[in-house]
């Protein structure tokens, strides 16, 4: 303990400069204080010489009066060492309320001392001890058990801060991978799947197709949204002095998604050119965009393709695998012996019966001549298909006689038939007077619905 009079030293590192500002204005108090309590020793002594003599003591300079002199002699602290605990004391205790007041007014801290919290950066080292190990560009992994629910068992990349990442268990992490420009300066994004694999062909995700009790089945087309990897660029916009700030994909999204919740329809048909191959070095992600609004709707929803949807960074094949390997979707690769990839039928029930009253064709109408030089141009159907078609149709004759109403048949497709640019040619349908129309051509009870 402290004798009387002796100063308090401030032994202190940077750090706690504060602390030693407040012990050397501890010390200054002090040195005041000491020269009141002589002071004040001075004035008692001399009045108790006053009171022998029963006479008043003459006022000198610097004396002060018997009211002020009762006052500082209240204020004259004990021992020293009692003032440095207690101004100590009461120091911290403002402190400890200044830095209350201070949480609760300002947001951010000025200064790295003033921090109630810090949080430490760990080595590599450290992390290795823990079982993470460093891959590349700011990714780090940890290996474990498969059957763990948290297990990462899907990795995938997508590219441009506009993505989308549409299957239901898996996880877009919007933070770009370090030190990766991507295809097309496009930043690169990773998105994982958590858990086992999801089969999309379950019937939560593959609702049955049936007519309304109303009668009604509403579809709706949607052709050549040409998306990209990217935000895209506007070719056409409409009005046109909009082509500058004009911003491809998201403009035709807010368009598409608007009719979606206008029309509400019971299908969806995609009929080519979903993506802009040209403009989509990752075709993976322009087809996530291009059928996220349906799966987050939880619209079915079929596919066909058109002539620049396999000119990105994923052939035919490829392209349609992607899209029927997702939620809602019910397109298909189709029989390998026929020509083209996405020949399939779908069939929608009765209001009040599984008979077939609906029968949908997809047919791949393929992208362009294979003989450019004697038929240039657009590339068509082929006669694989067609008996395909025949007898596809013949199978269904079957189930098609026991539905009691009226059946009906469409076929859609990208690329129109040949036949279809003669216009004068007569109707296909006997007795019946029937104009033709841009993308539907009637073949006796069967709508072939185009896009191109």
Same mark, same amino acid.
């Given at each position: 303990m402290k004798q009387k009079g002796e100063k308090t030293e401030a032994l202190t590192v940077d750090k706690d400069k504060s602390a030693s500002k407040k012990i050397n204005e501890l010390n200054i108090k002090l040195e005041e204080e000491q020269k009141e309590e002589e002071k004040s020793k001075n004035i008692k002594e001399s009045q108790e010489k006053a009171d022998k003599a029963n006479t008043p003591p003459q006022k000198q300079e610097g004396d002060v009066s018997a009211d002020f002199e009762e006052e500082v002699s209240k204020n004259v602290p004990p @021992?020293?060492? $009692?003032?440095? /605990?207690? @101004?100590?004391? $009461?120091?911290? /205790?403002?402190?400890?309320g200044k830095a209350n007041d201070k949480k609760e007014k300002r947001k951010m801290e000025s200064s790295r001392f003033d921090l109630d919290i810090l949080y430490t950066i760990p080595t590599k080292e450290q992390l290795n001890e823990k079982g993470w190990y460093y891959k590349s560009n700011g990714i780090w992994v940890k290996y474990g058990l498969s059957s763990n629910k948290n297990a990462i068992t899907g990795f995938d990349i997508l590219f441009g801060d506009d993505c989308v990442e549409p299957r239901p268990n898996w996880k877009l992490i919007k933070t770009p991978i370090l030190d990766i420009g991507g295809v097309s300066g496009l930043e690169a994004y990773v998105t994982v799947r958590k858990g086992p694999r999801i089969d999309y062909k379950k019937k939560e995700y593959q609702p049955t197709l049936k007519i309304n009790p109303d009668g009604k089945f509403k579809i709706l087309q949607v052709a050549d949204l040409h998306f990209s990897t990217g935000v895209g660029k506007c070719l056409d916009p409409v009005p046109a002095e909009t082509k500058k700030s004009c911003k491809a994909d998201p403009r035709t999204l807010e368009f598409l998604?608007?009719?979606?919740?206008?029309?509400?329809?019971?299908?969806?048909?995609?009929?080519?050119?979903?993506?802009?191959?040209?403009?989509?070095?990752?075709?993976?992600t322009s087809i996530f965009k291009a059928l996220n609004p349906f799966i987050k709707r939880k619209i079915p929803f079929a596919v066909t393709l058109g002539n620049h949807d396999d000119e990105g960074s994923l052939i035919r094949a490829e392209v349609m695998s992607l899209s029927s390997n997702l939620p809602f979707s019910f397109a298909s690769l189709g029989p390998e012996e026929v020509a083209g990839v996405g020949n399939y039928v779908l069939t929608v029930q009765g209001p009040k019966s599984k008979n077939p009253a609906l029968s949908l064709y997809f047919l791949d109408s393929h992208s362009y001549s294979q003989n450019p030089k004697v038929t240039p141009g657009y590339d068509w159907l082929k006669e694989s298909q067609l008996k395909w078609l025949e007898q596809l149709h013949n199978s269904l004759k079957k189930d098609v006689s026991s539905y009691s109403h009226i059946h009906l048949s469409m076929g859609f497709f990208h690329i129109p038939l040949p036949e279809f640019r003669k216009l004068d040619q007569p109707s296909l349908v006997s007795n019946v007077k029937v104009s033709l129309r841009q993308g539907i051509i009637p073949v006796q009870d069967q709508y072939l619905v185009e896009s191109g």
């Amino acid at each position: 303990m402290k004798q009387k009079g002796e100063k308090t030293e401030a032994l202190t590192v940077d750090k706690d400069k504060s602390a030693s500002k407040k012990i050397n204005e501890l010390n200054i108090k002090l040195e005041e204080e000491q020269k009141e309590e002589e002071k004040s020793k001075n004035i008692k002594e001399s009045q108790e010489k006053a009171d022998k003599a029963n006479t008043p003591p003459q006022k000198q300079e610097g004396d002060v009066s018997a009211d002020f002199e009762e006052e500082v002699s209240k204020n004259v602290p004990p @021992k020293n060492e $009692e003032v440095v /605990e207690y @101004k100590e004391a $009461e120091g911290a /205790e403002n402190d400890s309320g200044k830095a209350n007041d201070k949480k609760e007014k300002r947001k951010m801290e000025s200064s790295r001392f003033d921090l109630d919290i810090l949080y430490t950066i760990p080595t590599k080292e450290q992390l290795n001890e823990k079982g993470w190990y460093y891959k590349s560009n700011g990714i780090w992994v940890k290996y474990g058990l498969s059957s763990n629910k948290n297990a990462i068992t899907g990795f995938d990349i997508l590219f441009g801060d506009d993505c989308v990442e549409p299957r239901p268990n898996w996880k877009l992490i919007k933070t770009p991978i370090l030190d990766i420009g991507g295809v097309s300066g496009l930043e690169a994004y990773v998105t994982v799947r958590k858990g086992p694999r999801i089969d999309y062909k379950k019937k939560e995700y593959q609702p049955t197709l049936k007519i309304n009790p109303d009668g009604k089945f509403k579809i709706l087309q949607v052709a050549d949204l040409h998306f990209s990897t990217g935000v895209g660029k506007c070719l056409d916009p409409v009005p046109a002095e909009t082509k500058k700030s004009c911003k491809a994909d998201p403009r035709t999204l807010e368009f598409l998604e608007k009719v979606l919740d206008i029309e509400k329809p019971d299908l969806v048909v995609l009929t080519g050119d979903q993506i802009f191959g040209q403009a989509s070095p990752d075709a993976e992600t322009s087809i996530f965009k291009a059928l996220n609004p349906f799966i987050k709707r939880k619209i079915p929803f079929a596919v066909t393709l058109g002539n620049h949807d396999d000119e990105g960074s994923l052939i035919r094949a490829e392209v349609m695998s992607l899209s029927s390997n997702l939620p809602f979707s019910f397109a298909s690769l189709g029989p390998e012996e026929v020509a083209g990839v996405g020949n399939y039928v779908l069939t929608v029930q009765g209001p009040k019966s599984k008979n077939p009253a609906l029968s949908l064709y997809f047919l791949d109408s393929h992208s362009y001549s294979q003989n450019p030089k004697v038929t240039p141009g657009y590339d068509w159907l082929k006669e694989s298909q067609l008996k395909w078609l025949e007898q596809l149709h013949n199978s269904l004759k079957k189930d098609v006689s026991s539905y009691s109403h009226i059946h009906l048949s469409m076929g859609f497709f990208h690329i129109p038939l040949p036949e279809f640019r003669k216009l004068d040619q007569p109707s296909l349908v006997s007795n019946v007077k029937v104009s033709l129309r841009q993308g539907i051509i009637p073949v006796q009870d069967q709508y072939l619905v185009e896009s191109g």
